[in-house]
């Protein structure tokens, strides 16, 4: 049953950026590889060759409508990897977030993010509704509830606030009513001092970091210092493939995940931390542009919430490296190391092509021969 | 199942107007995307164009530590070459703040390796105000091998902490002369501040007086830098480059090694001085201010009891007594008062006046020392048996004016011009200061305390010595000099020290002969006041003086009188007489009569200075060098 059009209605741009992005990645975990000493971009090569597999085969031999069934599996099996982690999880850096499979560990509130997409754009498909007050939403909120939870218990408080960033991203799309919004906004401001007092003191920390990072150059501050210190001795150019004093020097922490733009912008300078922020560019705009093409409901709000999900990863890291937002442990798809980033990402970017390929089957007329 | 998959395929299309509110919505989120990247490109531009250089400059400073490479100081040698002050190297335990971390946690470890507790290493630590973090602090200097080497294996675990080598003074002949030579301490912060010491910073040793202070630039050397590349941890990478550092340049001082420690051997156990000049050159061959004082001690800190010793009022170890100390000349000065006469025409040297041991002035009664008197004494008596009526009536017919005239052409009462800081002038007074100073007139009995040395009169030891010298020489006064050469590291010289004569002495050479054969009576004749000075094989001419300290009335036997109380030693002389190698000054405060103290320190000196020039003797026993009954010959 395949169908020319299919092809046709391919996203070749989305894919194009997909793949430049993992060059990029690979191209610059190797030069972080060589600054921490292990070596990273092999491994990550493999997860970019499977993942990629997966990502085509999910735009080939899936059609995304069957997940407007399925979410719940999806849901399900999320919960379920997430409560696995509570009891079995492997404990690295002071948290519990991965759970080993023998060849590989997967960090399951990394796939998380894509099955709270998923469950958000079926439950707001079937429920569907002009306009979303706030009694409307307690049950979304509630699904939401469960994950967030368990992720804020790894500790991981990123993450879990990332989630809740998925969901606002979808309640927009689904529309909210103004008096909610402002309700919503006008509690959120009003909780945050309780909020405080539940922080852990290193948490606070780095929310006193970001406002004032000069306040202990040597203390938690360090690293966004040293991160700006590298980004910003890129000067035009940068230093040069491989010459990322601060990145080789070990000045730079986590080169290979959370600040793998820092080295990228210390190596290649203004121009190639810009083409970088092009090729995201790119890749996000062809996400929302399928959204917005789509011709049904469920596509438009899965389209959407994975470009979201992107989005928000892409602006949290970049903004963090920068010193423009407080110190959240976000990868930076595809550029940062991680299997389970990888996987969620290129999940991500199937379904996209999915939602974007399969837009011809609603278009009315008559069937071409 | 066919059923259920069908249904699940027909999913709801949007109506218009949904397709529209979602184009709308999708529309918005690109705007707000856009408006991201704009943000971040910005951004970007700010980090990497704007403040690029900026940030640039810190990634240089992060991985580059450059590191100062000291230069060996230079060396301090004697005439003959031999080392008095070397090098040795020195090991510090520093600390770099910025790599620290954790300070208490890094406190707490140090402490038992250092063995020393963390509230005694806190100070050394420094405020905000010493300098930036990545500039090292030293928090041990010169750790011994056993601290080493517990801290070297355990240097892992101790981040920020390293181990420098600087070099540090030894001397391999012990103290030798520390007054002169100086002592290496740390630098002070008003000093860091100074244009001579550019480019020093907190925790730097530089030489603090004496020769080291005179010469540190000379002895200092150029700082030579390496700089490396460290990684964050500030472990090594590699070594970039390396300037390195241009060794100090060596002194040789005009010191005899082998005198200086006679005569710091002979002056151990007095407060005092002791100068030994050549007289033909004013070169110092010797120079004792004793106490003395350990060099080494500065170089590793000194604590509050052993400063308090240091500083102690009665002995005072770190004054140079021979430069700084000011002293009655006492008798001594009576050489100056018989050039005078002689030279004013005032006496000859056959002219005598009877010493009945009182001399009346007024209502006054002037005594001299013997209270049997005298006798008929002339000038040769007078400075053999040091009498003092002659002097009262040879000072009274030349008057305070003329007295500090020659006072001065004798060099006392300015400096002899040494090249060291803090050399005092001594002092001659005259009617017009003591109007100015008491606003009351000159006494006739004070010229006449002043012509025995007493009085407002005040010379130093130096000053002494170069007056002998000048008698000594035929009346040539030399600013003393005490360096030979400087040479570089290789062995070039680089200056060379010729004597300096300042002066010539207002006196016929015939006048200075009959003063000079006085001065070989004073030390050789049998009730010379000088004669345990004498020697069996060299001819030696001298002169004693004994500064009293109180009044008369106070004076009682010496050994019954408070130590602050007693007279002061002097004893001045040169030899051999018929060619004079060697003039020496001895003062001893308050050990009693310059004869019986000071004269048998100078004769130490001479015994060893001669032993040197000739360590077999050539002559038999009992046998001299010159016959004593035809002195003039040789004098």
Redesign the interface.
């Given at each position: 049953m395949f169908d020319r059009r299919f092809l046709e209605h391919f996203d070749w741009w989305l894919f194009l950026a997909i793949l430049l992005l993992m060059a990029i990645g690979f191209v610059n975990l190797n030069s972080g590889s060589a600054a921490t000493g292990y070596p990273f971009q092999w491994k990550q090569l493999q997860w970019y060759i499977a993942g990629t597999v997966l990502m085509l085969s999910l735009v080939v031999f899936f059609?995304y409508?069957?997940l407007?069934?399925y979410s719940v599996h999806i849901y399900l099996i999320m919960v379920f990897m997430l409560i696995l982690v509570v009891f079995i999880g492997k404990t690295v850096g002071g948290s519990q977030r991965w759970l080993s499979l023998g060849f590989m560990n997967i960090q399951p509130s990394e796939l998380a993010k894509i099955a709270t997409v998923i469950i958000l754009s079926s439950y707001f498909?079937h429920d569907?509704r002009p306009q979303y007050g706030l009694t409307d939403l307690w049950r979304p909120f509630l699904l939401m509830l469960v994950p967030i939870f368990l992720i804020y218990h790894q500790p991981d408080l990123g993450t879990a606030l990332f989630l809740v960033l998925i969901f606002a991203s979808l309640v927009?799309?689904a529309?909210l009513q103004w008096t909610s919004f402002l309700l919503l906004l006008g509690t959120a401001i009003a909780t945050f001092p309780v909020v405080w007092e539940f922080l852990k003191p290193y948490q606070r920390g780095r929310i006193m970091d970001f406002i004032s990072p000069g306040r202990d150059p040597?203390g938690a501050g360090y690293h966004i210092s040293?991160s700006?210190?590298?980004?910003?001795?890129?000067?035009?150019l940068g230093k040069g493939y491989m010459k990322g004093?601060?990145a080789h020097?070990?000045?730079l922490p986590e080169v290979h995940t959370d600040f793998a733009f820092s080295i990228w912008?210390e190596e290649w300078?203004?121009v190639g931390?810009?083409i970088l922020?092009?090729i995201?560019?790119l890749m996000?705009?062809r996400g929302?542009?399928i959204?917005?093409?789509?011709?049904?409901?469920?596509?438009?709000f899965l389209a959407?919430g994975v470009?979201?999900m992107l989005?928000w990863q892409v602006?949290i890291n970049?903004?963090m490296v920068?010193g423009?937002m407080p110190v959240v442990g976000i990868p930076l798809p595809l550029v940062s190391y991680g299997g389970s980033s990888v996987f969620t990402t290129l999940i991500g970017a199937g379904l996209l092509l999915n939602v974007g390929s399969r837009r011809f089957m609603?278009q009315k007329g008559p069937r071409p021969k | 199942m066919k059923f259920?998959v069908k249904t699940?395929?027909r999913?709801?299309?949007?109506d218009k107007l949904?397709?529209e509110?979602?184009?709308r919505?999708?529309?918005v989120?690109?705007l707000i995307?856009?408006l991201?990247?704009v943000t971040?490109?910005a951004?970007?531009?700010h980090?990497?164009?704007i403040?690029?250089?900026?940030?640039?400059e810190?990634?240089?400073r992060?991985?580059i530590r450059s590191v100062r490479l000291q230069p060996p100081r230079g060396k301090i040698l004697d005439r003959t070459g031999r080392l008095l002050a070397g090098i040795k190297p020195c090991f510090n335990v520093c600390l770099v703040r910025?790599d620290v971390?954790d300070m208490e946690a890094l406190l707490a470890k140090l402490s038992p390796l250092l063995g020393e507790t963390e509230a005694e290493i806190r100070p050394r630590l420094g405020s905000e105000q010493k300098g930036p973090q990545y500039v090292p602090i030293v928090i041990k200097r010169g750790a011994d091998w056993e601290t080493l080497s517990r801290i070297e294996s355990r240097l892992f675990s101790l981040p920020g902490v390293f181990i420098e080598v600087t070099p540090a003074r030894k001397y391999p002949y012990g103290s030798i002369a520390p007054h002169l030579l100086g002592y290496l301490g740390e630098i002070s912060r008003e000093d860091i501040e100074k244009e001579r010491y550019k480019g020093a910073r907190s925790g730097d040793m530089v030489g603090k007086c004496g020769v080291e202070e005179r010469f540190e630039n000379d002895l200092a050397g150029i700082k030579g830098q390496r700089r490396l590349?460290?990684?964050?941890?500030g472990r090594l990478?590699r070594v970039i480059d390396e300037k390195p550092p241009v060794p100090g340049k060596d002194l040789y001082l005009s010191i005899d090694l082998d005198l200086q420690q006679a005569s710091e051997e002979a002056m151990k156990g007095y407060v005092g001085a002791l100068v030994a000049l050549d007289p033909q050159t004013g070169r110092i061959l010797a120079l004792v201010s004793s106490p003395a004082f350990d060099p080494d001690a500065f170089a590793t800190g000194i604590n509050n009891e052993e400063w308090k010793a240091l500083n102690d009022p009665v002995s005072r170890p770190l004054q140079n007594k021979a430069l700084q100390g000011r002293y009655a000349p006492a008798s001594t000065f009576k050489i100056v008062m018989a050039a005078a006469a002689l030279q004013e025409g005032i006496v000859t040297k056959n002219t005598s006046f009877k010493c009945t041991s009182q001399f009346r002035l007024g209502r006054s009664v002037f005594r001299c020392w013997n209270w049997r008197g005298h006798g008929q004494t002339n000038l040769y008596k007078a400075l053999v048996e040091s009498c003092d009526i002659y002097f009262y009536q040879v000072g009274l017919k030349l008057g305070i004016d003329k007295i500090a005239k020659y006072a001065d052409a004798f060099g006392l009462g300015s400096k002899t011009g040494i090249d060291l800081p803090n050399e005092s002038k001594g002092f001659i007074a005259t009617p017009d200061w003591k109007l100015e100073r008491y606003q009351e007139p000159w006494q006739e009995g004070e010229t006449l305390i002043t012509a025995i040395g007493q009085g407002f009169t005040l010379v130093t030891p130096l000053q002494m010595a170069c007056l002998t010298a000048a008698v000594a020489n035929g009346g040539t006064l030399y600013s003393p000099i005490y360096l030979e050469k400087i040479t570089g590291p290789d062995g070039h010289i680089v200056k060379s020290f010729e004597s300096i004569p300042k002066d010539k002495l207002p006196v016929s050479e015939s006048n200075l002969r009959i003063i000079r054969k006085a001065l070989v009576g004073a030390v050789n004749d049998k009730k010379a006041t000088g004669k345990q000075c004498k020697m069996p094989d060299v001819l030696v001419a001298g002169k004693t003086g004994t500064a009293q300290v109180v009044g008369q009335a106070k004076r009682r036997q010496d050994d019954k009188l408070d130590w602050k109380y007693r007279d002061h030693a002097w004893f001045v002389a040169y030899a051999p007489a018929e060619k004079p190698e060697l003039a020496v000054a001895v003062l001893c405060e308050h050990a009693g009569h310059g004869g019986s103290v000071a004269a048998p320190v100078a004769r130490k000196v001479f015994e060893t200075w001669f032993q040197i020039q000739s360590p077999l003797p050539v002559l038999g026993h009992g046998k001299t060098a010159f016959n004593r009954n035809n002195i003039d010959d040789h004098v």
């Open positions: 059609d409508r069957l407007t069934v498909y569907d927009y799309m529309r040597l040293q700006k210190i590298a980004i910003g001795s890129g000067q035009l004093s601060q020097l070990n000045f912008a300078g203004w931390a810009v922020l092009g995201f560019f996000l705009y929302f542009l959204a917005s093409q789509s011709k049904e409901r469920f596509g438009a959407f470009t979201a989005f602006v970049i903004g920068m423009l609603f | 259920k699940i395929w999913v709801k299309r949007f949904d397709q509110a979602n184009k919505r999708c529309d989120a690109i995307m856009f991201f990247v971040f490109c951004r970007l531009w980090l990497q164009i403040q690029g250089k900026h940030f640039r810190q990634s240089e992060n991985r910025e971390g590349e460290v990684d964050a941890g990478v």
